[in-house]
């Protein structure tokens, strides 16, 4: 018959070596505040690491909102001469006609509000500025308002367009991160409207359109004001968060596996 060295001596008194004591419904965890930090950064590794920006169809908006400006419709001229470069309107000169657009709108926020780790809060959108860039029209390096006003990201929507080059490129740190090219890749950017969010502490621009006409709407996403003070100053990865406690520990007790 097998048996286990020290098999008595362990399990002496019929008490397992290796418990711990607690209620059935107690969820073991390491001691110190440190550490409960970790736990929290770690669980979140799967679904954000490294991740400053994405993108989608913005399958809720429709295909046209419907924009004038103050009384005028906005008409995108094919002329060479029309389309270069380009320019910006701001809220108080647009008008949205279509109802819908806002509808869409709300509801894509409400969508990416659970992508924020805020299901079910009811965050604001705020249009502020949108955007007409012909050939050689470009917009510079610019980085996501967060200046504590609950501002979380940006949201960039791209309607239909037909264009070449003009992609987004997000930056941290100087470095760029990610690039974005609004369904380009799949031969859709000219079908139907895309959106591109930027967390907060990201730099991003919009580089030259080297053909066609890109248009493009830039929203900011907030808290709501009960909530501002939940805002967090930067969004930053799992990774820069787990570095930055790990660095506060003390060397001479770090244990934890």
């Not at 809720?60 to 419709?73: D, R």
């Not at 894509?108 to 012909?134: D, N, P, R, T, Y």
């Not at 895309?194 to 808290?223: C, N, P």
Request: hydrophobic residues 35%; contains cysteine; aromatic residues 8%.
């Amino acid at each position: 018959m097998f048996e286990c060295v020290g098999e008595e001596k362990d399990f002496k008194n019929g008490v397992w070596p290796f418990g711990i004591e607690g209620k059935p419904n107690d969820v073991p965890a390491p001691a110190g505040a440190e550490y409960m930090k970790i736990n929290k950064i770690l669980g979140r590794v799967g679904d954000e690491s490294g991740v400053y920006s994405f993108e989608g169809q913005a399958d809720t908006l429709p295909l046209i909102p419907g924009l004038e400006m103050k009384g005028a419709p906005i008409l995108v001229t094919l002329r060479k001469d029309n389309s270069t470069l380009g320019g910006q309107l701001r809220p108080y000169q647009l008008d949205f006609k279509n109802t819908a657009w806002q509808i869409g709108i709300d509801k894509l926020v409400e969508i990416l509000a659970g992508q924020f780790g805020h299901k079910g809060v009811a965050m604001q959108s705020h249009l502020s500025k949108f955007l007409i860039h012909g050939e050689g029209g470009s917009f510079m390096k610019r980085q996501v308002n967060k200046t504590g006003n609950g501002v979380i990201a940006t949201l960039v929507i791209q309607l239909p367009s037909l264009y070449e080059g003009g992609d987004l490129v997000v930056y941290r740190g100087g470095l760029e991160k990610r690039r974005h090219d609004f369904g380009k890749a799949k031969g859709i950017e000219s079908f139907l409207p895309h959106y591109v969010v930027i967390f907060a502490d990201a730099d991003y621009e919009l580089e030259k359109v080297t053909q066609g006409y890109r248009l493009t709407m830039i929203y900011s996403i907030q808290l709501p004001p009960s909530m501002h003070h939940l805002a967090r100053p930067s969004i930053k990865p799992a990774n820069e968060d787990l570095a930055g406690v790990i660095n506060t520990l003390d060397p001479d007790v770090l244990h934890y596996s």
